[in-house]
């Protein structure tokens, strides 16, 4: 890092630091940073020798911020945001819905002097995304914020990215976008991975990414995040669609599919009863395409991605245990994707590396395959990344470096020259192969298959530390409690219908 990025990003890490102290959340100061850059670059790009006109009335440019003080800036900056809002593209995505958060019209102007002394166009896209991705983190481990459910671990998903290996001038897709991060590390390594000549720069650019996220807050940073790392252009229409992906068919389709749908297991909208009281409607979708109509999220974000998987198409899906072994609609979708898709590859992954308590997840890896009579599907190989494996957010997160073996067993040149490390000689061996008949035979074609011994049950004297093992009890308190409210929400009658979640 050099000196000037380095006193860049100390100077708006100072910023947080001070507003912090004032109330401003990072998620907030993030948000403020994020209107500020983007109305300092378009000044920027007014002017030669880009001569490009990004849509922002006179009355709203830069230097108006610039000049005002106290309340008149304050009052100033809240107008700008609503018209802003309004507007069609980029600009108007950018400003939707947005609040100025920073109450205090002196520290306003502090932090848009700050942004006007920068030369942000110029700057280097390392920079720009050091700050930004920075601060996302910090609004991630910020948990009262709630912001973690939006950031999936880097780690985490750079390993996906590696496995998947996707090549130039093709589309990638996520259906809950979240900040970015599968986009921005799929760039990465289309990036360092191949000498992109200029017509596959400018697809990388401005076609290869598409997708949904439903929150408006959420889709913001996201757009802001992609475009501060070079994807997108300011005046451009955005990539990422405010709509429910879950809603209808799109009509997109996409060579890989890398996404974390949220967690949670049930769709639901809030609305206001004939009583004036705030009441939760569990959702359903009915589409042609679904294999079955059911409220579970991540089973309909399933069966959403199988639609919009081309033929060949590539998916790496972070997914809940209960995917893996559900009834009902849960052994339908298990039982359609390996018919209909070569399900080659679960990823089992330890509690403690999400910023929500109590995750276990998967990553499921599967290949679009044209119709056929026989089932795709010939054989399962599952990593168990989660028997005695520890991690904590703080104090032992998971690394990219924790992921090189599942890489390494994966064998991402060619999956089909891997080899098992398990084996009656090698009963530890973390990588295991169950063929599709093995599967099928299993009760409810249940996917959720261990084979190793957990040694925290077996050896009293090597239980992992007290931090973990604390953790691990919170963890598994409130999976519990999930699990009550499920129960209370169908003895009060608000529960799924069983008959319906069947078919």
């Given at each position: ?8 990003i ?6 947080c ?16 940073l ?15 020798p ?37 507007k ?8 939707l ?62 390993a ?12 990638i ?148 245990d ?126 959720d ?55």
């Open positions: 890092m050099t000196e000037t990025t380095s006193s860049i100390s100077k708006v890490w100072s910023f630091h001070v507003l912090r102290d004032g109330g401003v959340s990072y998620g907030d100061y993030l948000e403020q994020t209107f500020l850059i983007f109305l300092k670059m378009a000044e920027e790009y007014r002017k030669p880009y001569n490009r006109d990004i849509g922002i009335p006179e009355e709203y440019r830069w230097e108006t911020l610039k000049r005002k003080r106290g309340a008149d800036l304050e009052t100033h900056y809240r107008n700008l945001m609503q018209d802003l809002g309004k069609p593209g980029m600009l108007g995505q950018i400003f819905k947005a609040q100025n958060k920073i109450s205090d019209p002196a520290m306003l102007y502090k932090v848009i002097d700050m942004i006007d002394k920068e030369d942000w166009v110029m700057m280097g896209v390392d920079t720009k995304g050091e700050i930004y991705e920075g601060l996302l983190q910090k609004n991630a481990e910020d948990t009262k914020s709630g912001a973690g459910q939006y950031f999936t671990p880097r780690a985490l998903i750079k996906m990215v590696a496995c998947t290996r996707p090549e130039p001038m093709k589309t897709g996520d259906p809950c976008c979240g900040t970015g991060g599968f986009f921005l590390a799929a760039y990465d390594y289309l990036t360092h991975k191949h000498q992109l000549n200029r017509e596959e720069s400018r697809f990388l650019k401005t076609q290869t990414f598409g997708g949904n996220e439903i929150v408006p807050g959420t889709r913001r940073l996201a757009l802001m995040n992609l475009f501060l790392h070079n994807i997108g252009e300011i005046d451009g229409e955005p990539m990422i669609s405010v709509a429910d992906a879950l809603i209808a068919d799109s009509g997109d389709r996409y060579d890989y599919v890398l996404t974390n749908p949220p967690f949670g297991k049930k769709s639901s909208m809030t609305f206001t009863n004939e009583e004036g009281k705030q009441e939760k409607d569990e959702l359903t979708y009915n589409r042609q395409d679904f294999w079955v109509t059911t409220s579970n999220k991540q089973l309909n974000f399933l069966q959403h991605i199988h639609t919009i998987l081309k033929t060949g198409g590539q998916a790496a899906v972070v997914l809940p209960n995917v893996l072994f559900e009834g009902g609609a849960g052994e339908t979708v298990r039982m359609k994707i390996m018919e209909t898709c070569d399900l080659h590859t679960i990823l089992r992954l330890p509690t403690g590396i999400f910023y929500a308590n109590g995750v276990k997840a998967n990553v499921l890896f599967f290949e679009a395959r044209e119709a056929s009579k026989d089932p795709w599907t010939k054989e399962v190989w599952i990593y168990d990344y989660r028997t005695n494996i520890h991690h904590t957010q703080k104090k032992n997160p998971m690394k990219f470096s924790d992921l090189e073996e599942f890489i390494s067993c994966y064998h991402p040149e060619n999956r089909h020259k891997r080899q098992e490390t398990w084996s009656e000689e090698n009963p530890e061996g973390r990588f295991r192969k169950f063929s599709y008949d093995e599967i099928i035979a299993r009760d409810k074609t249940n996917l298959i261990f084979w190793l011994k957990d040694k925290s049950l077996a050896d009293l004297d090597n239980l992992p530390d007290p931090d973990v093992l604390a953790n691990e009890i919170v963890e598994n308190i409130e999976a519990a409690l999930e699990s009550f409210r499920e129960i209370a929400d169908i003895v009060n009658g608000n529960g799924i219908d069983k008959e319906k979640d069947m078919q």
